[in-house]
């Protein structure tokens, strides 16, 4: 069968794009499989190396009518260089390297693509994904660069976030080396807003609120503060100092013997700080004598703020009231503690916050609360951790979120100083799931501590063995310090212009064709751009073995079915538990 010559040539290359015409774009379709929009195609240069495209439109343009009325077709394709074929066989991504002028142009076929993403070795290849163009392509990824950086997934509700989370972490579980049973090291703790991922993951190590240990005199500063003190309240400045202080005396009271500060990850007792502020509100000295403090019945004289303060720990004590010729008023007794106590008062009290200020959260040794994150419980170990956190009140969410995500990082820190090969050899993988809830772009105090414990994380992680995959419906709402760390992403639809807008711009690679789909997008259909990828692709996620429990539900489908009624009283009673 004689060649098919293709009529095609290119007729102008700018920085970023390559324009060619056709003549006959049937010849040009038949020595391709597929000829669309997001077709690969192939651009020769003389030196027997080519550049590799994807089309990005095309346009027809009508030549002026002969004598008897006909006018002649011709085709202009634009398409984006995204790297070039060397004559060694390796691809190279960039489309800079055209030679002028390129000889040839024609569609890439399957074989062609498939050689390039099966440039990746072996030991390194990670799959999750193939070309949405034509699923019989793997996509592969180099697992080391995918994982070994942060990674983002993004995508409006129904897109396939989760079930494209899932299936990397169930491909990550599974993946090992020959000569072994049993768990792989993988360590993955997922932050689940919704209770979605159990159903994915039925061996992972589950965590709801009801089991959930985390400890309040692990909390630093920032998370007290946010937790104890009223935003915008007058009186801050002097609240946060004064507990500042008996926080620090209280931990050298309860261990004593220890250098400690008040960062120092020990136990103290928030009772006793209640009694002492208490105590402090109440307080009245003598007159005459204002070193001596009126305790009703045992006035005391104290050599100094650190002995008055371990009286005022042991309980409530009663004062003498205020007279103008006996007694006056102590430095905190003038209303600015009162609102202080009542908050702390109540977040002490409430039920919903056990897993808090349990007292048995005292007791617990600190390897206990740390092995239950990274699920090295004796006997229940686990690759993946999974916190669920829609059982945690939203005013201590963040709190919870940054705590955990400083335990989770000084772990990792700690690991590495102390291991004599210098790295870490249980590299951790924390998943942010709905993460602009509490990592938003805006400057809310109440964000603080976890927008610090999560940039901390996205900054100097990779460092120590920790990364993160950020997983949002609202990346325009989502901290850029996060994001801009982040160097593989995962861009599924976007039906929001403010969020296609900055996704666009967060990514790394011009990528005209790709980003402009990102409103068009399938469920479960994504754009894989970052480090770790051959070349930005359109890919569609492979089917998860086990699904999150993240499906929409079919509201016709059941509103078809006969009435059913409702038992009130167990959902009452979850409702106020």
Known sequence: MPEVKISAEVISVFPNKVRIAVSDIESF?????????GSYLKIFDNNDCFIVAIIENFSIV??????????????????????????????????????????TVEPAKKEDIQKIYDDIKDKDRFCFSKLAQDTSITVPVDGN?????????????????????AKI?????????????????SHIIIFDIHDEYKTAFSSASYINVDQLVLPYWLMNSDELEELFLESGDFNNYNQSSILNRLVTENKKLNNPGQKIEYGSPVVFKINEILNCLVNLSKETKNY?????????????????????????????LEFEEPKAQNFSKGSFADGSLDKFISRLKNKYSDARLKFLFDPAVESLKFEEILRQFISYKTGKESNVTIIDLSGV???????????????????????????????????????YEEAHKYVPKNHLAKFNASRFAIERIAKEGRKYGITSIIVSQRPSEVSETIFSQCSNFIAMRLTNPEDQNYVRRLLPDTLGPLTESLPILQAGEALLIGDSVVMPSLVKIDPCTNSPSSNDIKYLEEWKKEWKDVAFDPIIKKWQK
């Open 29 to 37: 379709k038949i020595a391709g499989e597929l000829l669309a929009v």
């Open 62 to 103: 009508m030549s002026d009518p002969d004598k008897e009325g006909k006018r002649d077709k011709s085709y202009i394709v634009e398409a984006v260089p995204l790297g070039f074929i060397n004559s060694s066989g390796e691809f190279i991504r960039g489309g800079n390297n055209i030679a002028i002028p390129p000889k």
């Open 145 to 165: 660069k995918f994982f070994n950086k942060h990674i983002a997934i993004v995508g409006s509700t129904g897109s396939g976030k989760s079930h494209a989370l």
């Open 169 to 185: 972490i169930q491909e990550a579980i599974k993946e090992k080396n020959i000569g072994y049973n049993g768990l792989n090291n």
């Open 288 to 316: 005459k004598n204002q070193d001596e403090i009126s305790i009703k019945g045992a006035s005391k004289t104290f050599s100094g703020d650190s002995e008055k303060y371990k009286c005022y720990f042991e309980k409530i």
């Open 393 to 431: 009140p939203f005013e201590v969410l963040s709190i919870t979120v940054s705590l955990i995500s400083r335990i989770l990082f000084d772990y990792a820190y700690f690991y590495k100083k102390t291991n004599t090969s210098s790295i870490n050899e249980t590299p951790l993988l924390v998943v």
